[in-house]
């Protein structure tokens, strides 16, 4: 993916095919993760159903903002559990676990808060254990 960085180093902009593959890729790694609708719509930030279902039927591409970063982190966080534990099964259970390392919260249960620092927390625990 190619950024255009804010003064924070923060990717701020995503062109829209790239916007549509991080949406299309999310959407089945939440089908991995066996997360519900409900589940699927709170870690993409509360979104409302009507805007769900349009970001699911690929009607919808966000390409800056709140969404976007999301799914940015979203891409991240699975590419370290991939590189973490062998078996999608594995992944799967990790992120539904409690974990004291995330305070004894769940992965699932920090990806999920309304303010994005929850997932952003989650990915640079992830970086730090994967790449040191």
């Known amino acids: ?5 804010n003064p924070n180093g923060v990717p701020a902009t995503l062109s829209e095919e790239e916007a549509h593959a991080a949406t299309r890729t999310t959407f089945r790694l939440f089908e991995v993760w066996e997360l519900s609708k409900d589940e699927s719509r709170e870690v993409l930030g509360g979104l409302t159903t009507r805007d769900y279902e349009a970001l699911r039927e ?6 800056t903002g709140d969404l976007a970063r999301r799914l940015g982190l979203l891409l991240g966080i699975h590419r370290c559990l991939r590189l973490m534990f062998r078996t999608a099964a594995r992944r799967k259970r990790w992120i539904r676990a409690p974990n004291q390392a995330l305070g004894g919260e769940t992965a699932l249960a920090l990806m999920s808060q309304p303010e994005i620092s929850g997932m952003a927390k989650l990915s640079a625990y992830l970086h730090a254990e994967v790449y040191g």
């Open 58 to 63: 690929g009607n919808y591409a966000p390409t």
């Open 1 to 5: 993916m190619t950024y255009e960085a």
